[in-house]
């Protein structure tokens, strides 16, 4: 009988012990004690005023931190943020914020909880308000667990924000992305034959080297990260971009009479070509599971150099004209494949004009890898 109670007695110890070992860990595995807070960039019509509250916000918060909970600081999750587009300009709806991928964004940081703030300035004196979010289940945190904060800036500090983001609407127009690889592209001739006038038949056109093949597909422009947006979403924006074309070409056509028969040997023409033009273009992009789909159009300034085997030669600046389309897949935050068309044409002044060839627009179709680094537009806010 002593033994039995014996027994009973060792069990129900044994118990309580491997009970409180589980309950411990039950508490470490299943829910991580600590929280992470991301702070969201506060909305601003300037980044700077967005950086100035959040950067004063993070400073004095930090005294209020409980436990082992930390926030991320600032300018790191800034940048986790700025892949899916998420910057002081993102207007959230509180209801639907998934739409904007919120907990993609936040798996870098390993953030549990997302901050976001309301500020009023009014002279010198600047009032933060924040709002937590839970990440897993996006939904507002009932619990004050920041006070408000009622903050003076300096005189530095007003000039800074007072002055700055005059330009920075350049954000979007300045290239964050680069896009080269391999590509066919060709100067369009219009002295080819027109029934009853007579004329030039293209024969043939080579490209004599791969030089230029390779630097004729490089593009810059200003684009958006698919991440930023639904399953089946669009977007209507400006943007910039610059284009390079560079050819060496040699075409070969056969002249013909009125009646469209051959009248003559067939003629060898060469032609060198290099033609850069900055454009602002409007356009809209589709995103959808299998990648993102894009038409462009875009006017600006262009300058061209050429020569020829007719011994013409020359340069001039012109106005021209650009349509784009094409389809982007992204293969990781920054790298994506690209494959797309576009048709250049000058306003006025043509680009050669001869007897053997006259032209006023390029051609070119091209695919390639591209390269995005979201960090452009917060450094061109930021600096300019």
């Known amino acids: 009988m002593c033994r039995f109670s014996y027994l009973l007695t060792v069990a129900y110890l044994l118990g309580i012990v491997l009970s409180g070992c589980k309950t411990?860990?039950?508490?470490?595995?299943?829910?991580?004690?600590?929280?992470?807070?991301?702070?969201?960039?506060?909305?601003?019509?300037?980044?700077?005023?967005?950086?100035?509250?959040?950067?004063?916000?993070?400073?004095?918060?930090?005294?209020?931190?409980?436990?082992?909970?930390?926030?991320?600081?600032?300018?790191?999750?800034?940048?986790?943020?700025?892949?899916?587009?998420?910057?002081?300009?993102?207007?959230?709806?509180?209801?639907?914020?998934?739409?904007?991928?919120?907990?993609?964004?936040?798996?870098?940081?390993?953030?549990?909880?997302?901050?976001?703030?309301?500020?009023?300035?009014?002279?010198?004196?600047?009032?933060?308000?924040?709002?937590?979010?839970?990440?897993?289940?996006?939904?507002?945190?009932?619990?004050?667990?920041?006070?408000?904060?009622?903050?003076?800036?300096n005189a530095s500090e007003l000039a800074r924000v007072e002055t700055s983001g005059v330009f920075s609407l350049l954000a979007n127009v300045f290239p964050n992305a680069m896009t080269f690889g391999s590509n066919g592209t060709d100067i369009m001739n219009r002295n080819e034959y027109i029934a009853g006038e007579g004329g030039l038949r293209q024969l043939s056109v080579r490209q004599k080297s791969l030089l230029p093949r390779v630097v004729s597909s490089l593009g810059l422009s200003n684009l958006s990260h698919p991440d930023g947006f639904g399953m089946f979403d669009y977007e209507l924006r400006t943007f910039g971009s610059l284009g390079f074309v560079l050819i060496d070409n040699e075409y070969k056509y056969e002249p013909l009479d009125a009646e469209g028969k051959v009248s003559g040997a067939p003629i060898d023409y060469a032609l060198k070509f290099f033609y850069v033009s900055p454009l602002l273009n409007g356009g809209i992009s589709i995103y959808w599971p299998l990648g993102t789909t894009f038409f462009s159009l875009g006017y600006g300034p262009g300058l061209y150099t050429f020569r020829d085997s007719s011994g013409d030669k020359g340069g001039h600046l012109v106005l021209a004209s650009a349509f784009q389309f094409g389809h982007r897949v992204f293969f990781s935050e920054r790298i994506f494949f690209q494959l797309s068309g576009d048709l250049l044409e000058t306003t006025g002044k043509p680009f050669v004009d001869n007897k053997t060839f006259k032209s006023g627009g390029a051609v070119a179709f091209f695919f390639g890898l591209g390269y995005f680094s979201p960090e452009v537009r917060s450094l061109v806010r930021n600096n300019i």
Request: charged share 25%; aromatic share 6%.
């Open 24 to 153: 411990t860990s039950d508490k470490s595995t299943l829910k991580n004690p600590c929280r992470q807070f991301l702070v969201i960039p506060p909305h601003a019509d300037q980044q700077r005023m967005s950086d100035q509250v959040a950067n004063r916000w993070v400073g004095r918060a930090r005294t209020q931190l409980q436990g082992c909970d930390k926030i991320v600081p600032f300018d790191v999750g800034k940048k986790s943020l700025a892949i899916i587009n998420v910057d002081h300009t993102t207007v959230f709806d509180f209801s639907k914020l998934d739409q904007k991928k919120l907990p993609e964004g936040t798996e870098k940081n390993h953030a549990t909880d997302l901050i976001f703030l309301n500020s009023k300035l009014v002279g010198a004196h600047l009032t933060i308000n924040s709002v937590v979010y839970e990440v897993k289940s996006l939904k507002k945190d009932k619990t004050s667990y920041f006070r408000q904060l009622d903050l003076k800036l």
